[in-house]
């Protein structure tokens, strides 16, 4: 069974500062990674993924995440954030092996601060 | 493309009334999902299709919620009777390998 936990629920931050939000998870088979945003009243929007090959990727409005296949983590980073960064963020992993069956984490709401 | 479509964007409901909610993927797409999200429970997975034939229904809270696809441009999730826990917004999303595409949701009130 797979299972996605994010570290943190909340992250403060000031703008134009750097953050990092933390994502681990396990799974039996292989996987693949997601990164999911979520802006007020609207449906989730994908940011990045991690099919294979290069560990690092990038994404979207300036985001970028790292796999880790040994520390089972995929951790997304962005190196200034604003203030329009504000919105929910979803990790979720998908099962290759069960019809793409994808499980989100429980998400983390990142507050950007003037 | 139109993306994945869903109606009605909110429905307000007396409790005991059957709800139908409906969803259009892209075009395409082999695999859709049902999810709910409240404040108290996060995104829940209901249910996922592939190719048309539910895989999955574990996430499906009681017998009171069902979800067909006829076919491979449409969608329902079915409330019958509506209680006012289920009060929520239900997203559709579909996908083609992995990666999905979610529609705008349709928030239940369920009174």
């Known amino acids: 069974a797979q299972s996605v936990t994010q570290l943190d629920s909340q992250v403060p931050v000031f703008e134009e500062a750097p953050v990092e939000l933390r994502c681990n998870y396990s799974?039996?088979?292989?996987?693949?990674l997601f990164w999911y945003v979520q802006y007020p009243n609207q449906g989730l929007q994908l940011l990045l993924k991690?099919?294979?090959?290069?560990?690092l990727v990038k994404g979207i409005n300036g985001f970028e995440a790292e796999f880790n296949k040994s520390q089972t983590s995929f951790h997304l980073r962005k190196p200034s954030v604003h203030i329009s960064d504000t919105a929910e963020y979803f990790c979720?992993?998908?099962?290759?092996?069960?019809?793409?069956?994808?499980?989100f984490g429980a998400g983390t709401r990142l507050f950007v601060k003037a | 493309d139109a993306g994945v479509i869903q109606s009605p964007r909110h429905e307000v409901t007396e409790m005991g009334q059957e709800v139908t909610l409906r969803c259009k993927p892209i075009?395409?797409?082999?695999?859709l999902f049902w999810y709910r999200q409240t404040m108290m429970r996060g995104l829940e997975l209901l249910i996922y299709?592939?190719?048309?034939?539910?895989?999955?229904d574990s996430g499906m809270p009681e017998d009171r919620f069902s979800a067909k696809m006829p076919n491979a441009s449409f969608s329902t999730l079915k409330i019958q009777p509506s209680e006012p826990r289920d009060s929520a917004v239900y997203f559709c999303?579909?996908?083609?390998?992995?990666?999905?595409?979610f529609g705008p949701g349709t928030r239940l009130t369920v009174t």
């Open positions: 999303a579909s996908s083609l390998q992995g990666e999905q595409y």
């Open positions: 799974s039996s088979v292989s996987v693949y």
């Open positions: 991690y099919l294979s090959g290069s560990t």
């Open positions: 979720a992993v998908s099962d290759l092996a069960g019809g793409f069956k994808t499980i």
């Open positions: 075009s395409g797409h082999n695999s």
């Open positions: 299709f592939n190719n048309n034939v539910p895989i999955d």
